[in-house]
């Protein structure tokens, strides 16, 4: 069975940074493709950015590109998403995903497991 354990979510003010780590047991991850989702409340889920199997492809959200960073290291069976510049409307339940193609793309329907989600507040 698919699992993940999301973590490095919290409270930071805005201009802040955090790093989210996806930990995946009791599979390898070089056979997915990678994303990373969030949910505010009352709104969707969406996408955030994603990664192929190999880690050559990589997509970001309009929203984010600039100031977030997906990465991968299938040694330690992990998958990273590194925010920079913060802003309020970042906060949100972040939630990393597995994809059995290629590359997973931004829309959750991509993907097949999910994570339990960790929370990002960006307030100061």
């Known amino acids: 069975q698919l699992q993940f354990v999301e973590s490095g979510g919290g409270l930071v003010q805005p201009g802040g940074s955090l790093r989210l780590s996806c930990a995946a047991s009791?599979?390898?991850?070089?056979?997915?493709?990678m994303g990373w989702f969030r949910q505010a409340p009352g709104k969707e889920r969406e996408g955030v950015s994603a990664?192929?199997?190999?880690?050559?492809?990589?997509g970001y959200a309009d929203s984010v590109k600039g100031r977030f960073t997906i990465s991968r290291d299938n040694a330690k069976n992990t998958v990273y998403l590194q925010m920079n510049r913060l802003k309020p409307e970042d906060t949100a339940v972040y939630y990393c995903?597995?994809?059995?193609?290629?590359?997973?793309?931004?829309?959750?329907?991509?993907?097949?497991?999910w994570g339990r989600g960790t929370q990002v507040t960006v307030s100061s």
């Open positions: 990664i192929s199997k190999s880690g050559i492809s990589i």
């Open positions: 995903a597995a994809s059995p193609k290629y590359f997973g793309g931004l829309r959750p329907d991509g993907y097949d497991y």
């Open positions: 009791g599979f390898s991850l070089d056979y997915y493709a």
